[in-house]
Each structure stands twice: as C-alpha cells, then as structure tokens.
Nanobody, 121 residues
Framework: QVQLVESGGGLVQPGGSLRLSCAASGSIFILWNMGWYRQAPGKQRELVAAITSGGSTNYADSVKGRFTISRDNAKNTMYLQMNSLEPEDTAVYYC???????????????WGQGTQVTVSS
C-alpha cells in the first residue's frame, strides 16, 4: 500500500506565497508522473501542474509564471511553490501519482487527502 501525505496549506493574503509538499511512502518500486490538482467549492477538480519522473513539467494556464512544481526522487516527495497567490487559487489541493509497488506488479493511482489553501485579505 502507498500513502500520500500533503502539507503546507493555510491562509495567506493575496500576493503571498505558500509551498505545498506531498510525501509518498509505503511499497514503492517506481514513482511515475506526479501531479497537483485542486477543487474549489462547487467546481470540478482540475489539474494545476504535473511533473514526469524525468522532471518535465506542465501547468494550467491560470498558474503559469506563478507556480512551480518540483520533485525530489530520493525522498519520494513533490512540491508546489505558489507565488503571487490570488483569491481564485482558493481550493483544496490534492496530490496524485501512479506507483509500481514491486518488479512485475501493475501500477496503481493514488490520491492524497488534500490540503486547504485559502487566499483572502
């Protein structure tokens, strides 16, 4: 089994910054692409940013130039540095990844429990 634990959310004023972390633990042989999603009240969950195991990244248009996704493969941890935060960024942020637990085993997708980010004055 694999666990994803997010941290770093909170309340911040517009224009402020936060750094989210997502630590994966458990039976991990290969940690594949990882991504951050968010879901605001009354809206569908949307992809914010994603990073491949090799470090290639892509971002939602709404966060380009403000958010930076990164990962530390040695620590099985992904980060999301969020700068110039706007009230529209308020949402629960979830991390997602696919894991191969052992050689020859099929890979499965996992979600974290979510961390609240609130941008308000």
């Amino acid at each position: 089994q694999v666990q994803l634990v997010e941290s770093g959310g909170g309340l911040v004023q517009p224009g402020g910054s936060l750094r989210l972390s997502c630590a994966a633990s458990g039976s991990i042989f290969i940690l594949w692409n990882m991504g951050w999603y968010r879901q605001a009240p009354g809206k569908q969950r949307e992809l914010v940013a994603a990073i491949t195991s090799g470090g290639s990244t892509n971002y939602a248009d709404s966060v380009k130039g403000r958010f930076t996704i990164s990962r530390d493969n040695a620590k099985n941890t992904m980060y999301l540095q969020m700068n110039s935060l706007e009230p529209e960024d308020t949402a629960v942020y979830y991390c997602n990844t696919e894991v191969t637990p052992a050689l020859g085993r099929r890979r499965s997708a996992y979600w974290g429990q979510g961390t609240q980010v609130t941008v308000s004055s």
